[in-house]
């Protein structure tokens, strides 16, 4: 359970970390998955700002953290295109959304490491599968902490 007196905003700024189990915390600690203790939502929002991301929007609950994640405008536009149109290649994607192909490269990364779609078949001849969508209405993009 978090402490009574924590929101989102309080996450925000500096406070004390009260792990619930401070023995597992604690193993984390001495196995390095963890670097030091309450920083987490910090450093989860300066690496957004570092990667130019939109820093995700939280929401506190009695016994979990909401965080949601906004796609970024080259990702978001790639997405639609290819969910429109799961045959086209980087270029035609390109040429469709007016942005260069480097662009649609990075993008299409992005979404093939995050697990939101794949290829099948040969650049040339194969499509994009949309494994899942994310949507900000049926916030299916929160990750629980």
């Known amino acids: 359970m978090f402490p009574v007196s924590w929101t989102a905003e309080t996450l925000m700024q500096k406070h004390r970390s009260l792990p619930h189990n401070p023995d597992i915390a604690n193993t984390f600690f001495r196995a390095g998955f ?6 987490g939502v ?15 929007e939280y929401t506190a609950h009695p016994n979990d953290i909401m965080v949601m994640f906004e796609l970024n405008e080259p990702v978001k536009m790639v997405l639609e295109a290819i969910s429109e149109n799961p045959n086209l290649s980087k270029e035609k994607i390109a040429e469709k959304i007016r942005m260069s192909r480097a662009t649609v490269t990075r993008a299409l990364a992005t979404l093939v490491e995050n697990g939101t779609i794949y290829r099948v078949g040969s650049d040339k001849s194969g499509y994009w599968k949309v494994v899942k969508l994310y949507n900000k209405e049926t916030k299916k993009n929160m990750l629980k902490n």
Do not use: D, H
């Not at 910090?42 to 991301?53: A, D, N, S, T």
């Open 42 to 56: 910090e450093k989860i929002c300066r690496l957004c700002r570092e990667y130019g991301i939109a820093e995700p």
């Open 34 to 39: 963890i670097e030091s203790w309450g920083r």
